[in-house]
């Protein structure tokens, strides 16, 4: 197999500063005093494509970790919002937390065919005012949706 070109100090700087997100594209070129042509060229190079690619699998993994690190600073604060006085506001925290394991399911491209068995035993993860506000909200969308229809 035959030894991989390596990038130029001036390819990998371009590509560093097009992910570092203070310039646009056509700033970086600038910067660089790389020609919208020779960029081009640039993209139609395999190793600079690749490590281009790199680049955004690794953002896109930084982004995951930063998310999974809040999700359940994020989940906390939903269940707080439930509990909210403004009745728009408690609605919509309780649709955020049961659209909750359907957004999971679909990052990882998994079809929720049939509900997990709820564990009775476990304690829920809020109060029993908060359970109740859900499936009020449940109830209520249950028959939105049956009155449309009729």
């Known amino acids: 197999m035959p030894k991989k070109k390596q990038l130029s100090k001036r390819q990998l700087a371009v590509i560093a500063e097009l992910f570092s997100g203070e310039l646009d594209e056509q700033a970086v070129l ?20 690749e490590q281009f690619e790199n680049r955004i699998a690794a953002a896109y993994r930084q982004s995951s970790a930063l998310m999974a690190r809040y999700a359940p600073l994020a989940a906390a604060k939903l269940i707080e919002l439930t509990e909210s006085d403004k009745p728009e506001t408690a609605r919509k925290a309780c649709l955020d937390i049961i659209s909750m394991p359907m957004l999971q399911a679909d990052k990882k ?14 304690p829920l993860p809020f109060s029993d005012r908060t359970a109740g506000r859900l499936l009020a909200i449940l109830a209520e969308e249950k028959e939105q949706i049956a009155s449309e229809n009729n």
């Open 30 to 49: 600038d910067k660089y005093k790389v020609s919208r042509s020779l960029f081009n060229i640039w993209q139609s190079d395999h190793n600079f494509v």
């Open 109 to 122: 491209n998994q079809v929720l065919t049939e509900p997990k068995p709820v564990d009775t035993k476990q």
